[in-house]
């Protein structure tokens, strides 16, 4: 006969495990997700990013020279930093990951919709990349465990989807590497903020 101590302690293993096989689904399937992903619990460190980020790649207000007008979002892929343009000398800076070499959309675009925990649907060209894809083609539901993180914003040109998104990542380990299918991830933190901020038809522009 267990003690009360000794059940309380096996279910918080049986929660901790089930977090762990959960986060690993969506370190495999994500989209935008990296290439290796990292034995951490994204249930745990989801809203952890600043821990693990270099001070640089933390969010703070910078100089920027730039000629955007104030509102525009920069999103410098060499650099792998996003720029909130401020129209004074300065911008917010955030720190981001990127696509791999060749993957990352590049452009003007708009924000053309919002979503908080959104779902996610791989693209024909992700499942031709990595056919173990497909088993999702159906679509994840949106959740503390989905690759696309707390919340995303939808890139659109011309009125259409890209397939482009900036959104939050529960891998924020990986903020500052060239490592996804092409989105840009933020900490969730960070994707919060941002979304917080940036009305709809913001232009965006990626270089």
């Keep these: ?59 703070q207000r910078v100089q920027y020279s730039g000629s955007e007008s104030p ?32 993957l990352t959309m590049k452009g003007k675009a708009e924000i053309g919709r919002k979503e908080e925990w959104p779902s996610w649907t791989p693209t024909q060209s992700m499942i031709q990349r990595k056919p173990r894809l497909a088993q999702y083609a159906g679509g994840v539901p949106g959740g503390p465990n989905n690759p696309l993180g707390a919340c995303a914003l939808y890139l659109y040109q011309g009125g259409r989807d890209t397939m ?30 941002l979304y917080e901020q940036t009305p709809l038809g913001t232009p965006v522009l990626i270089i």
């Design 1 to 59: 006969m267990l003690t009360g101590a000794e059940q309380v302690k096996m279910k918080n293993a049986k929660i901790t495990r089930r977090g762990l096989m959960l986060g690993g689904v969506a370190l495999v399937t994500s989209g935008c997700t990296s290439v290796a992903g990292q034995p951490w619990n994204p249930m745990s460190y989801a809203f952890s990013g600043k821990p693990y980020l270099d001070y640089r790649l933390r969010r």
């Design 71 to 102: 509102g525009t979002i920069v999103v410098n892929t060499y650099e792998r930093y996003l720029y909130v343009v401020e129209g004074d000398g300065y911008a917010t800076r955030f720190g981001i990951a990127v696509g791999e070499e060749g």
């Design 164 to 193: 482009f998104r900036l959104h939050g990542t529960n891998e924020p380990w990986l903020i500052g590497q060239a490592v996804s299918n092409g989105c840009i991830r933020l900490t969730n933190e960070d994707a919060l903020y």
